[in-house]
């Protein structure tokens, strides 16, 4: 299947600060890249919709901006969380969707996360 | 929106059994129903998925059903080994959205 990678795998950082997530998809191209959130024993939660060259959808709840979404490539989309806080600490995880598959449109290819450690 | 429920939320099963999670959904729009394994600290990897023209398919020891009029799949997982123990997720698309279920921990024992 398809590789999707995410970089860091893991963050720590200070209350205030900035921390940036990539999301690469490594051997497709990607219109379309989603971010979710996950607690820990809890299922995944959508955050935003990033397609590419234009402004990501975020879900009801989830703060633009605070999560900010760039998808400048059809193989890059980064997610900033700015002003980190400790409530912020999660594990990050993006998604992929791989358009070259005709009927298979629908599938998602997801990275290995992100955990991010607000002190 | 859809509404994906899955159970159980736990499984422990003796290996070499065999398992089944069960997923319901609410929009009978859902037109495709993967299933992803989540392993500790990782990634969810995709292990197969369904469309909705189809009522049935298999990979070796993976399998997954369809009912399109109860709006209900499963997945299901033959000869167990202890490496299939890690949290399997559900889920129904609309649109190209992912709705997931809550997740089911399946433990093998050796």
């Known amino acids: 299947g398809a590789v999707v990678s995410q970089h860091p795998s893991w963050v720590i950082c200070k209350s205030g600060t900035s921390v940036k997530i990539e999301c690469r998809s490594l051997?497709?191209?990607?219109?379309?890249m989603f971010w979710y959130r996950q607690f820990p024993k809890q299922s995944l939660m959508l955050m935003a919709t990033?397609?590419?060259?234009?402004?990501?959808?975020?879900e009801q709840g989830v703060e633009k901006d605070k999560f900010l979404i760039n998808h400048a490539s059809l193989t890059l989309s980064t997610l900033t969380v700015t002003s980190a806080h400790p409530e912020d600490s999660s594990f990050y995880i993006c998604s992929a969707r791989d358009p070259s598959g005709g009927v298979t449109t629908d599938t998602q290819y997801f990275g290995p996360g992100t955990r991010l450690t607000v002190l | 929106g859809e509404n994906v429920e899955q159970h159980p939320s736990t499984l422990s099963v003796q290996e070499g059994d065999s398992a089944v999670i069960k997923c319901t959904y609410s929009d009978s729009a859902s037109n495709y129903f993967p299933w992803y394994k989540q392993e500790l600290g990782k990634g969810p990897q995709l292990i197969i998925d369904?469309?909705?023209?189809?009522g049935e398919k298999k990979d070796q020891r993976i399998a997954v059903t369809l009912n399109k009029t109860a709006k209900h799949f499963s997945l299901h997982i033959t000869e167990t080994q202890p490496e299939d123990s890690a949290v399997y997720f559900c889920a129904a698309s609309i649109l190209a959205n992912l709705f997931f279920g809550t997740g089911t921990r399946l433990t093998v024992i050796p």
């Open positions: 990033s397609n590419e060259g234009s402004k990501a959808t975020y």
């Open positions: 369904i469309r909705s023209n189809v």
């Open positions: 051997d497709f191209q990607a219109t379309t």
